[in-house]
Protein backbone atom coordinates (compact mmCIF):
# COMPACT_ATOMS: atom_id res chain seq x y z
CA UNK A 1 0.00 0.00 0.00
CA UNK A 2 1.22 3.68 -0.72
CA UNK A 3 0.43 6.66 0.69
CA UNK A 4 2.07 8.21 -1.94
CA UNK A 5 2.38 7.92 -5.69
CA UNK A 6 5.17 9.77 -7.93
CA UNK A 7 4.53 10.05 -11.74
CA UNK A 8 7.42 10.49 -13.59
CA UNK A 9 7.07 11.37 -17.33
CA UNK A 10 10.53 11.92 -18.48
CA UNK A 11 13.20 9.93 -16.14
CA UNK A 12 16.90 9.28 -16.73
CA UNK A 13 19.93 7.18 -15.60
CA UNK A 14 22.10 9.53 -14.05
CA UNK A 15 25.87 8.92 -14.76
CA UNK A 16 28.50 10.78 -12.63
CA UNK A 17 32.13 10.88 -12.92
CA UNK A 18 35.02 12.98 -12.79
CA UNK A 19 37.97 14.09 -14.62
CA UNK A 20 41.37 15.59 -13.98
CA UNK A 21 41.60 18.22 -15.99
CA UNK A 22 39.00 18.86 -19.33
CA UNK A 23 40.49 19.72 -22.73
CA UNK A 24 39.53 19.18 -26.41
CA UNK A 25 40.86 16.41 -28.33
CA UNK A 26 42.38 14.42 -26.41
CA UNK A 27 41.08 11.37 -24.03
CA UNK A 28 39.94 12.48 -21.09
CA UNK A 29 39.98 9.09 -19.21
CA UNK A 30 37.71 9.48 -15.96
CA UNK A 31 36.74 7.83 -12.45
CA UNK A 32 35.01 4.97 -12.26
CA UNK A 33 31.42 6.13 -12.72
CA UNK A 34 27.99 6.29 -10.50
CA UNK A 35 24.87 4.94 -11.48
CA UNK A 36 21.78 7.08 -9.65
CA UNK A 37 18.16 6.92 -11.02
CA UNK A 38 16.77 10.19 -12.11
CA UNK A 39 14.25 12.35 -12.84
CA UNK A 40 11.95 14.67 -10.77
CA UNK A 41 9.00 11.86 -9.71
CA UNK A 42 11.78 8.94 -9.28
CA UNK A 43 13.93 11.41 -7.09
CA UNK A 44 10.87 12.77 -4.63
CA UNK A 45 10.46 8.40 -4.17
CA UNK A 46 13.71 7.60 -3.47
CA UNK A 47 13.54 10.72 -0.66
CA UNK A 48 9.98 9.57 0.77
CA UNK A 49 11.40 6.45 1.16
CA UNK A 50 14.27 7.19 2.51
CA UNK A 51 11.94 9.09 4.86
CA UNK A 52 10.26 6.63 5.84
CA UNK A 53 7.05 7.07 3.54
CA UNK A 54 4.78 4.44 2.00
CA UNK A 55 5.84 5.27 -1.59
CA UNK A 56 5.33 3.98 -5.07
CA UNK A 57 6.62 5.43 -8.20
CA UNK A 58 5.03 5.48 -12.19
CA UNK A 59 7.36 6.01 -14.73
CA UNK A 60 8.30 4.53 -18.11
CA UNK A 61 10.79 2.17 -19.18
CA UNK A 62 12.56 1.71 -22.26
CA UNK A 63 15.22 -0.45 -23.67
CA UNK A 64 18.57 -1.22 -21.71
CA UNK A 65 18.85 1.78 -19.59
CA UNK A 66 15.10 1.32 -18.62
CA UNK A 67 15.66 -1.64 -17.12
CA UNK A 68 18.75 0.02 -15.24
CA UNK A 69 16.80 2.52 -13.96
CA UNK A 70 14.11 0.00 -12.95
CA UNK A 71 16.91 -2.21 -11.27
CA UNK A 72 18.40 1.10 -9.09
CA UNK A 73 15.44 2.21 -7.88
CA UNK A 74 14.57 -1.39 -6.88
CA UNK A 75 17.70 -1.73 -5.11
CA UNK A 76 16.92 1.23 -3.08
CA UNK A 77 14.05 -0.64 -2.49
CA UNK A 78 11.04 2.29 -3.61
CA UNK A 79 8.44 0.36 -4.90
CA UNK A 80 8.45 0.65 -9.09
CA UNK A 81 5.40 0.41 -11.64
CA UNK A 82 6.78 0.86 -14.65
CA UNK A 83 5.09 1.27 -18.61
CA UNK A 84 6.91 -0.50 -21.38
CA UNK A 85 8.04 2.30 -23.79
CA UNK A 86 9.55 1.31 -27.42
CA UNK A 87 12.34 4.58 -26.97
CA UNK A 88 15.50 3.94 -24.75
CA UNK A 89 14.89 5.83 -21.37
CA UNK A 90 17.50 8.84 -21.35
CA UNK A 91 20.93 9.35 -19.91
CA UNK A 92 21.99 12.55 -18.09
CA UNK A 93 26.26 12.87 -17.49
CA UNK A 94 27.27 14.84 -14.89
CA UNK A 95 31.32 15.69 -14.54
CA UNK A 96 33.79 17.36 -12.05
CA UNK A 97 36.59 18.53 -12.97
CA UNK A 98 38.55 17.97 -10.11
CA UNK A 99 41.66 20.79 -10.40
CA UNK A 100 38.26 23.57 -10.76
CA UNK A 101 35.63 21.80 -8.97
CA UNK A 102 33.26 22.63 -11.35
CA UNK A 103 30.45 20.57 -12.33
CA UNK A 104 29.26 20.29 -15.86
CA UNK A 105 25.42 18.57 -16.07
CA UNK A 106 25.07 17.18 -19.66
CA UNK A 107 21.03 16.53 -20.29
CA UNK A 108 19.64 15.00 -23.01
CA UNK A 109 16.54 15.11 -24.83
CA UNK A 110 14.17 12.51 -23.28
CA UNK A 111 12.90 9.84 -25.23
CA UNK A 112 9.12 10.62 -27.01
CA UNK A 113 6.43 8.77 -25.66
CA UNK A 114 4.19 7.63 -27.80
CA UNK A 115 0.02 8.04 -27.27
CA UNK A 116 -0.65 4.73 -25.69
CA UNK A 117 2.68 5.19 -23.38
CA UNK A 118 1.53 8.53 -21.93
CA UNK A 119 -1.59 7.17 -21.15
CA UNK A 120 -0.44 3.59 -19.62
CA UNK A 121 1.65 6.02 -17.49
CA UNK A 122 -1.63 8.57 -16.58
CA UNK A 123 -3.69 5.68 -15.66
CA UNK A 124 -1.18 3.65 -14.05
CA UNK A 125 -0.58 6.41 -11.29
CA UNK A 126 -4.84 6.90 -11.61
CA UNK A 127 -5.42 3.28 -10.78
CA UNK A 128 -2.74 2.45 -7.96
CA UNK A 129 -5.17 0.53 -5.23
CA UNK A 130 -5.95 1.48 -2.28
CA UNK A 131 -5.51 4.74 -3.43
CA UNK A 132 -3.20 7.06 -2.14
CA UNK A 133 -3.83 10.20 -0.43
CA UNK A 134 -1.60 12.11 -2.85
CA UNK A 135 0.32 11.88 -6.19
CA UNK A 136 3.45 13.72 -6.73
CA UNK A 137 4.13 14.84 -10.94
CA UNK A 138 7.68 16.19 -10.76
CA UNK A 139 10.10 16.90 -13.66
CA UNK A 140 10.46 17.81 -17.29
CA UNK A 141 8.12 16.73 -19.99
CA UNK A 142 9.52 14.35 -23.11
CA UNK A 143 9.34 16.38 -26.17
CA UNK A 144 6.28 16.76 -28.11
CA UNK A 145 3.34 16.95 -25.30
CA UNK A 146 1.46 20.06 -25.11
CA UNK A 147 -0.33 21.63 -22.50
CA UNK A 148 -3.42 20.79 -23.01
CA UNK A 149 -2.33 16.97 -22.99
CA UNK A 150 -1.23 17.54 -19.65
CA UNK A 151 -4.04 19.40 -18.24
CA UNK A 152 -6.11 16.48 -19.88
CA UNK A 153 -3.74 13.98 -17.65
CA UNK A 154 -4.30 16.41 -14.58
CA UNK A 155 -7.80 16.14 -15.33
CA UNK A 156 -7.95 11.87 -15.20
CA UNK A 157 -5.28 12.10 -12.48
CA UNK A 158 -7.62 14.10 -9.97
CA UNK A 159 -10.68 11.83 -10.77
CA UNK A 160 -9.37 9.30 -8.54
CA UNK A 161 -9.68 10.68 -5.94
CA UNK A 162 -5.94 11.56 -4.59
CA UNK A 163 -4.48 14.79 -4.14
CA UNK A 164 -2.27 16.01 -6.52
CA UNK A 165 0.91 18.07 -5.88
CA UNK A 166 2.77 19.33 -8.95
CA UNK A 167 7.14 20.18 -9.99
CA UNK A 168 7.04 21.67 -13.63
CA UNK A 169 7.18 24.04 -15.42
CA UNK A 170 5.94 26.33 -18.13
CA UNK A 171 3.37 25.95 -20.23
CA UNK A 172 2.17 22.47 -18.55
CA UNK A 173 2.00 24.16 -15.14
CA UNK A 174 -0.37 26.91 -16.09
CA UNK A 175 -2.64 24.05 -17.11
CA UNK A 176 -2.50 22.12 -14.71
CA UNK A 177 -3.16 25.06 -11.88
CA UNK A 178 -5.91 25.47 -14.29
CA UNK A 179 -7.42 22.60 -13.64
CA UNK A 180 -6.83 23.02 -9.77
CA UNK A 181 -4.38 21.17 -7.87
CA UNK A 182 -3.38 20.65 -3.89
CA UNK A 183 0.75 21.76 -4.26
CA UNK A 184 2.92 23.60 -6.50
CA UNK A 185 6.47 23.68 -5.83
CA UNK A 186 7.97 26.16 -8.12
CA UNK A 187 11.14 27.95 -7.98
CA UNK A 188 11.33 31.63 -7.84
CA UNK A 189 11.67 31.98 -11.78
CA UNK A 190 8.78 29.40 -12.67
CA UNK A 191 6.55 31.33 -10.20
CA UNK A 192 7.23 34.22 -11.22
CA UNK A 193 6.65 33.24 -15.02
CA UNK A 194 3.51 31.85 -13.68
CA UNK A 195 1.86 34.99 -12.00
CA UNK A 196 3.89 37.57 -14.52
CA UNK A 197 5.52 39.41 -11.58
CA UNK A 198 9.63 40.00 -12.30
CA UNK A 199 9.88 41.49 -8.45
CA UNK A 200 11.16 38.11 -5.53
CA UNK A 201 10.29 40.45 -2.40
CA UNK A 202 8.02 38.76 -0.17
CA UNK A 203 4.79 40.94 0.21
CA UNK A 204 4.58 40.53 -3.61
CA UNK A 205 4.85 36.89 -3.95
CA UNK A 206 2.23 36.43 -0.99
CA UNK A 207 0.14 38.53 -3.01
CA UNK A 208 0.07 36.70 -6.56
CA UNK A 209 -0.12 33.09 -4.14
CA UNK A 210 -2.67 34.10 -2.66
CA UNK A 211 -4.54 35.35 -5.99
CA UNK A 212 -4.06 32.09 -7.35
CA UNK A 213 -5.29 30.09 -3.79
CA UNK A 214 -8.65 32.56 -4.12
CA UNK A 215 -9.28 31.35 -7.25
CA UNK A 216 -8.88 27.59 -6.38
CA UNK A 217 -5.88 27.42 -8.63
CA UNK A 218 -4.09 25.60 -5.78
CA UNK A 219 -4.54 24.93 -2.31
CA UNK A 220 -0.38 25.32 -1.00
CA UNK A 221 2.15 26.69 -2.47
CA UNK A 222 6.12 26.51 -1.98
CA UNK A 223 8.51 28.71 -3.52
CA UNK A 224 11.83 27.39 -2.85
CA UNK A 225 14.05 30.21 -3.37
CA UNK A 226 17.51 28.56 -3.92
CA UNK A 227 20.20 30.04 -1.49
CA UNK A 228 17.77 32.30 -0.51
CA UNK A 229 15.24 29.48 1.41
CA UNK A 230 12.15 29.36 1.07
CA UNK A 231 8.24 30.67 1.18
CA UNK A 232 5.02 28.66 2.03
CA UNK A 233 1.90 30.37 1.31
CA UNK A 234 -1.63 28.73 1.76
CA UNK A 235 -5.17 30.36 2.54
CA UNK A 236 -4.35 31.52 5.87
CA UNK A 237 -0.62 31.48 6.59
CA UNK A 238 2.52 32.50 5.31
CA UNK A 239 6.08 31.10 5.89
CA UNK A 240 9.24 32.46 5.47
CA UNK A 241 12.67 29.88 5.59
CA UNK A 242 15.22 31.75 6.36
CA UNK A 243 18.43 30.29 4.17
CA UNK A 244 21.24 27.83 5.81
CA UNK A 245 24.65 29.42 4.67
CA UNK A 246 26.21 26.30 3.44
CA UNK A 247 29.15 25.56 0.70
CA UNK A 248 27.50 23.84 -1.70
CA UNK A 249 28.89 20.70 -3.48
CA UNK A 250 26.33 19.70 -6.24
CA UNK A 251 22.89 21.32 -6.85
CA UNK A 252 21.99 18.42 -8.85
CA UNK A 253 18.17 17.69 -6.94
CA UNK A 254 17.68 20.34 -4.15
CA UNK A 255 13.99 21.15 -5.13
CA UNK A 256 13.13 17.21 -5.44
CA UNK A 257 14.66 16.66 -2.26
CA UNK A 258 12.72 19.55 -0.93
CA UNK A 259 9.85 18.37 -2.29
CA UNK A 260 10.03 14.58 -1.49
CA UNK A 261 10.38 15.74 2.38
CA UNK A 262 7.60 18.28 2.00
CA UNK A 263 4.86 15.94 1.01
CA UNK A 264 6.03 13.44 3.19
CA UNK A 265 6.05 15.48 6.26
CA UNK A 266 2.20 16.55 5.16
CA UNK A 267 1.30 13.01 5.12
CA UNK A 268 2.12 12.82 8.48
CA UNK A 269 1.23 16.65 9.91
CA UNK A 270 -1.06 19.40 9.33
CA UNK A 271 1.57 21.63 10.31
CA UNK A 272 2.86 23.45 7.88
CA UNK A 273 6.01 25.52 9.61
CA UNK A 274 7.01 21.63 10.43
CA UNK A 275 6.71 20.51 6.66
CA UNK A 276 8.48 23.44 5.40
CA UNK A 277 11.03 23.15 8.32
CA UNK A 278 11.26 19.40 6.85
CA UNK A 279 11.81 20.30 3.21
CA UNK A 280 14.47 23.33 3.98
CA UNK A 281 16.37 20.93 5.84
CA UNK A 282 16.40 18.58 2.93
CA UNK A 283 16.58 20.98 -0.11
CA UNK A 284 19.93 21.78 2.17
CA UNK A 285 20.81 18.49 2.93
CA UNK A 286 20.90 17.80 -1.00
CA UNK A 287 23.23 20.77 -1.95
CA UNK A 288 25.88 18.86 0.89
CA UNK A 289 26.27 15.87 -1.09
CA UNK A 290 27.77 15.25 -4.46
CA UNK A 291 25.99 14.69 -8.14
CA UNK A 292 22.69 13.16 -7.75
CA UNK A 293 22.84 11.28 -4.47
CA UNK A 294 19.96 13.18 -3.05
CA UNK A 295 19.47 14.61 0.40
CA UNK A 296 20.32 11.98 3.43
CA UNK A 297 18.51 11.46 6.30
CA UNK A 298 21.20 11.72 8.83
CA UNK A 299 21.68 15.25 7.39
CA UNK A 300 18.03 16.09 7.34
CA UNK A 301 17.89 15.15 10.87
CA UNK A 302 21.05 17.25 11.94
CA UNK A 303 19.51 20.45 9.83
CA UNK A 304 16.08 20.32 10.63
CA UNK A 305 16.71 21.97 14.15
CA UNK A 306 18.52 24.92 12.99
CA UNK A 307 15.94 25.92 10.64
CA UNK A 308 14.15 28.73 11.42
CA UNK A 309 10.94 29.64 9.94
CA UNK A 310 9.10 32.91 10.34
CA UNK A 311 4.98 33.50 9.86
CA UNK A 312 5.06 36.43 8.11
CA UNK A 313 1.98 38.87 9.07
CA UNK A 314 0.72 40.20 6.34
CA UNK A 315 -2.13 42.92 6.49
CA UNK A 316 -5.00 40.93 4.58
N1 LIG B 1 23.10 27.24 -2.86
C1 LIG B 1 22.29 26.79 -1.90
N2 LIG B 1 22.59 26.98 -0.59
C2 LIG B 1 21.77 26.53 0.39
N3 LIG B 1 20.62 25.88 0.15
C3 LIG B 1 20.26 25.66 -1.12
C4 LIG B 1 21.06 26.10 -2.22
N4 LIG B 1 20.45 25.74 -3.36
C5 LIG B 1 19.31 25.09 -3.00
N5 LIG B 1 19.18 25.04 -1.66
C6 LIG B 1 18.11 24.41 -0.88
O1 LIG B 1 17.33 23.58 -1.73
C7 LIG B 1 16.00 24.12 -1.88
C8 LIG B 1 15.55 23.96 -3.32
O2 LIG B 1 16.46 24.63 -4.17
P1 LIG B 1 16.03 25.48 -5.45
O3 LIG B 1 15.14 26.59 -5.06
O4 LIG B 1 17.30 25.81 -6.15
O5 LIG B 1 15.16 24.41 -6.24
P2 LIG B 1 15.02 24.17 -7.81
O6 LIG B 1 15.40 25.39 -8.58
O7 LIG B 1 13.68 23.59 -8.01
O8 LIG B 1 16.13 23.05 -8.00
P3 LIG B 1 16.27 21.90 -9.07
O9 LIG B 1 17.41 22.34 -9.91
O10 LIG B 1 16.56 20.70 -8.25
O11 LIG B 1 14.98 21.83 -9.84
C9 LIG B 1 16.08 25.56 -1.39
O12 LIG B 1 14.85 26.00 -0.89
C10 LIG B 1 17.15 25.43 -0.30
O13 LIG B 1 16.58 24.85 0.86
MG1 LIG C 1 13.08 22.46 -9.70
Not at 98 to 108: A, C, E, K, S
Not at 286 to 297: E, M, W
Amino acid sequence: MSEIVTLTFNPSVDISTSVAKIAPFSKLRCAPPHYDPGGGGINVARVIHRLGGDVSAVFPVGGSTGQLLRRLLRDEGVDCITVDAVSETRQVFTLVEDTTDQQYRFVLPGAPLSESEWNACVNEAASVQPQPSLIVISGSLPEGISSEKFGRAIRTIKACGAKVALDTSEGPLKAAIDEGIYLVKPNLKEFQDLVGVSSSQDSVLIDAGRALIARKAVAIIAISLGDDGALLISADRALRARPLHVEPVSVVGAGDSFLGALVWRLSRTPDLGDALRCAMAAGTAAVLRAGTSLSRVEDIERIRSEVRIEELKMAY
